[in-house]
């Protein structure tokens, strides 16, 4: 049938329409891949380009260089040394067990070790290397790099490891570094990323784990381009790190040294403490360990033999060890008394060897008694009833707050492991602690350092300088080598009177015929010292043992025998040191502990070996003899060594 103009006429409309249609379709595709195409092109160009050099890039972070620790004269205590290590990488190795097998023909890799470095492997992200040997020499880490076609994922590097020159001198102030563990990780609540690094080490004790946010530093970074094989072929680009703070301590390394060694074959520690500026010069707890065991892997040999040894060389006892102070607590009670007014000094108490309280007899160390005694001869004879008498009248609660007020039971803020406060008890305490109330007898037992008291070293220390300044000394263990002046402690506000006494009566422990600690007297009068003697009971002398011929503390284990200790300062007339010593088990504080005070004082004072003029005369022989032997050990242990005066 033959169409109409008309309907041919509607027709072409409508296909034209449609083609209209069809093209603007096609326009509006063709126009949304070009567009696309060109923001693929040129705005998002950078992002794929990055996405496909990531096959042949890989980024990787650079460890940063550790602060250095130095003594107060520069003397290096913690440095850092050159690493020579081998890093593997799981994504461009392959076959990570044929790698390791190939790269163990060519150093010394032991099963452990491969063992480790797998597990390291797989439990880091692919593309983290990991480091499977370290502290290879040169010839090893030569017959790796020309052995690198066939160890694919493998790269030779040299880096840096930490040192301690001085081996066992600061292990327990400067402390060590390790690997970092999961603890480590948890304590932090944004860890850094570079604590992700197979085998960083971080700070695990002393100044390097209480500093280390300070030592760390931050990491840098580095591109790299590989090849098909994940072997390095440039760098394409580095930013390097921002090293750690080098840091500055107190402490003199000569003294130190010198503390240590005069300790040597005791259980035993001494803090020395510069009056003026609070500044601890040395903190020597015996015995020590080498700190550099640490940082390269200590075998279980070696820790354990430490963990088992009844000295207990991995406790810093200048800090941590907590001890009854015994008579070198007396101050104490005789500066409450005197300042609650229950007595002037010049009263005098008379000691029949005992005083009975509450229906208890406490002994005074002296059986037969020291008859009518003073404040001062009290103290210089060590007097335990005058003591008890004293604490009767003015209180625990007076003597809590002097002793506080003198720097007993508080954490000091220092840059070491688990400061100790000790325990400064009180009524509040007991009831709080034990549920039980305060009694008559605990107070007798505080006044001469013994019951529930409990001190550190560096407490003792700290209560002295005070004592020879009438300061609030504060000790510190960091400083500013550029620093002008220190700042001078707050008075203690101290009547001068009563310190005058408590500081003659120290100074008759050791100047005076019937001191404690005669025979540990300075005769130089540009060094004449104060001192202050103490025994603190471990155990108790059962009557059945006293019964069967026990009397004496040598006759009864080393571990029940009386602590020692000893507290001293000079110059009398201008104090400038002050020193703690403790001797666990050592027996009496005047025959163990005293001696060592005087020389540690005298090595403080004169800033080398103790000059032999200062000893009585009878004594210079055999001091120069010790002298000598002790020299001739610093030498045999390559340490530090101190010069002669």
């Known amino acids: 049938m033959k169409r109409s103009d008309r309907e041919k006429e509607l027709s072409r409309r409508m296909i034209t329409r449609r083609a209209l249609g069809l093209g603007a379709l096609q326009l509006a595709v063709t126009g949304t891949l070009l567009w696309r195409l060109r923001d693929m092109q040129l705005e998002q160009a950078d992002a794929f380009r990055l996405l496909a050099e990531e096959n042949r890039i890989n980024l990787r972070l650079l460890p940063p260089t550790r602060g250095l620790i130095h003594d107060r004269n520069g003397v290096l205590l913690a440095g850092n040394e050159q690493n020579y290590r081998v890093v593997m990488t799981r994504d461009d190795a392959g ?47 030569s017959r790796v790099a020309t052995n690198a076609p066939a160890l694919p994922g493998v790269t030779p590097e040299m880096g840096l490891s930490r040192l301690y020159p001085l081996k066992a001198d600061f292990a327990h102030v400067v402390g060590y570094v390790g690997p970092v563990s999961e603890r480590d990780l948890q304590r932090e609540e ?249 009694r008559i007898g605990d107070t007798v037992n505080v006044s001469i350092g013994q019951g529930y008291v409990l001190t550190t070293p560096l407490q003792l220390a700290v209560m002295t300088a005070r004592l020879a300044s009438n300061r609030a000394v504060l000790p510190r263990l960091l400083r500013d080598p550029l620093e002008r002046a220190v700042p001078q402690a707050t008075s203690l506000d101290l009547r001068p009177e009563w310190l005058a006494m408590i500081r003659r009566g120290m100074s008759n422990v050791v100047n005076d015929r019937r001191g404690t600690a005669y025979s540990s007297r300075v005769v130089d009068p540009t060094m004449v010292m104060a001192g202050k003697t103490g025994t603190s009971q471990v155990f108790r002398i059962t009557q059945a043992e006293r019964d069967s011929g026990i009397r004496r503390q040598e006759d009864l284990p080393w571990n029940r025998r009386n602590h020692a200790l000893f507290v001293n300062y000079a110059p009398l007339d201008n104090p400038q040191v002050a020193v703690a010593v403790i001797v666990e088990h050592g027996g009496g504080g005047s025959s163990a502990a005293a001696p060592i005070g005087r020389d540690i004082l005298l090595a403080a004072l004169n800033e080398g070996r103790p000059p032999l003029a200062a000893y009585p005369t009878s004594q210079r022989n055999r001091i120069s003899a010790e002298q000598d032997l002790l020299e001739e050990r610093l030498r045999d242990l390559g340490s530090y060594r101190v010069s002669r005066a």
């Open 95 to 141: 076959d990570i067990d044929l790698v390791l097998a190939r790269l163990s023909r060519l150093i010394a890799l032991d099963d452990a070790a491969i063992a480790r470095a797998r597990e390291d492997m797989l439990r880091n992200r692919p593309f983290v290397p990991v480091t499977v040997a370290e502290r290879l020499s040169w010839e090893e880490i």
């Open 190 to 438: 944004t860890p850094d990323p570079v604590l992700m690094i197979p085998r960083f080490q971080i700070g695990k004790s002393g100044v390097e784990r209480e500093a280390e946010s300070l030592l760390r530093g931050k990491a840098g970074s580095q591109r790299v381009e590989v090849n098909s094989v994940g072997r390095v072929m440039r760098e394409l680009d580095r930013v390097e790190g921002e090293p750690g703070e080098n840091l500055h301590l107190t402490i003199d390394a000569r003294l130190q040294n010198y503390a240590l060694e005069r300790l040597a074959g005791q259980s035993a520690a001494a803090v020395v403490i510069d009056i003026p500026t609070g500044d601890v010069l040395a903190a020597a707890s015996a015995p020590s360990y080498d700190a550099n065991l640490f940082v390269r892997g200590i075998s279980s040999k070696d820790y354990n033999g430490l963990l088992e040894n009844d000295y207990r060389p991995l406790v810093n006892k200048c800090v941590q060890g907590m001890y009854p102070p015994g008579s070198t607590f007396k101050m104490v009670t005789a500066l409450a008394a005197l300042e609650a007014a229950e007595t002037d000094g010049l009263e005098r108490v008379f000691c029949p060897g005992h005083m009975d309280v509450s229906g208890n007899r406490f002994h005074c160390w002296k059986r037969s008694g020291h008859g009518r005694v003073d404040l001062e001869t009290a103290l210089a004879e060590s007097c335990d009833v005058y003591f008890y008498e004293m604490s009767q009248r003015c209180g625990i609660d007076r003597i809590n707050a002097m002793s506080e007020r003198l720097g007993l039971g508080i954490r000091y803020d220092l840059p070491m492991t688990s400061v100790a406060s000790g325990l400064n008890p009180s009524r509040e305490w007991k009831k709080r602690a034990r549920d039980a109330d305060w």
